[in-house]
Structure formats: C-alpha cells, structure tokens
C-alpha cells in the first residue's frame, strides 16, 4: 500500500520515488477477496465487504480492489515513475512503449459490468451501497491518470512546437492521448458525482486533477 502511494505521488510531483523496486524482496499477498462467478469465471478482489455504520458515517459495501491496486503498481506505475522521474532523458518512443503498457492494463471488471451471480448462487451488484460503485470505477481513473501523466509534457510541446496545428507535430500521439484521457476523467467525474455528491466533494485531488483536464480538453479543442 506504501508503494502504491509512493509511486502515485512521484508520478503527480515527477519525483523520485522513496521506495525503490530493487529494495522490495516480497509477493504480492493473497487475495483473499477473489469469487468465482456462476460461469467459472474468477474475479480478484471481488467480494463484497460491508462497513457497519459504527465505523463510518453510513454504511457502505466495498469491493476492496487491492489485488488489482498491487499489480497495477508493480507492473504499470513502476516503470512509468522510473523512466518519467529519471536523471536521464526519456525517449519519446519510450513514452509510446509506456503508453502501450498502461493501455494493456484491463480496468476492475466491475468498473464496466455488473457483478454476475456467485457459484453458490448469490447475486450482488456494484450499484448496491455508495462505495461499492466507486471503487472498482477508481481502477479506470487510476488508468487514464497514469496515461494523461504520462504524456502531459509533450503534450505541451505539441501545443508549443507546432501551435498551427498540433494534430501534425512530431508529438501529435500526446496530443490525442492526453486529450482523450483528459475527457475519459471528466466523463467519470459527471458519472458519479450524482451518486457521491458529499463524499466526492472532501477529495481536493480529484478536483484539482479535473481542473488540469478541463484545460487540456480546452487547449486541444482551441488548437485542433
């Protein structure tokens, strides 16, 4: 979990990170939260755990979805905050590399699907309770944060190196991936913001991560 936060903060500030990948001599634990679907199909992190009242405000069910949270960072984070937060200079085709990387890696299943029913024939879904729809959609924001990151800079030299028309710089595959990645948060934000009005409301970064492709979104389609 410290990993994870490291190298998320590395990656906004463009940091090294504290923890370096060579000093962690461990796996990755057990998920002890993956189900088996009615048709076979084993899903990580998949049960539903509910959070009494007494521990929070209300209660909420979780699909607490660590397992994916570990394999994202080791096989996605890493790399992009090693080569981004490097003293030497990224290639661009690097970046491009990268970007196929982090496309590869497939969302939470339940971020674009309805839980099916289990083997021994229970049924739940992610809309059931206000924390269980947002974590599992949070992979997806984890995903395009770490493209749009990714690209950020050259999609600015995009914007600045060929202003006329950037769709025709050097750097256009930024440009178009930034841009896109930018609108996929927005989209996110509109999406379940009805749904976790207060609670959305006390997380500044989602907000301050928003404003950032608010602008990119403005600037691509000023320029475009």
Known sequence: MFSQNDKCRACGLGLPAALDPLSIDCKLPIDRHAVEEEDGVVVESGE????????LPFPCSFFLVWQWRYRFTRDCLTPVVESL???????????????????????????????????????????DGLMSFLLPTVTVWWKYTAIQRLHRNFFARALIESAADPRKSVYAPSFFSAFESSKILLKLVILGYPKLEMFLLRLHPIWANSLASAVRVLFAMIEA
Do not use: N, W
């Open 85 to 127: 937060c490097s003293a030497k200079r990224i290639k661009y085709s690097e970046v491009l590399e990268l970007d196929k990387l982090v496309r590869g890696f497939e969302p939470h299943p339940y971020s674009i699907r309805e839980a099916k029913p289990m083997h021994d024939g229970v049924c739940i879904h992610p809309q």
């Open 48 to 55: 539903l755990t509910i959070m009494p009242a007494s521990l």
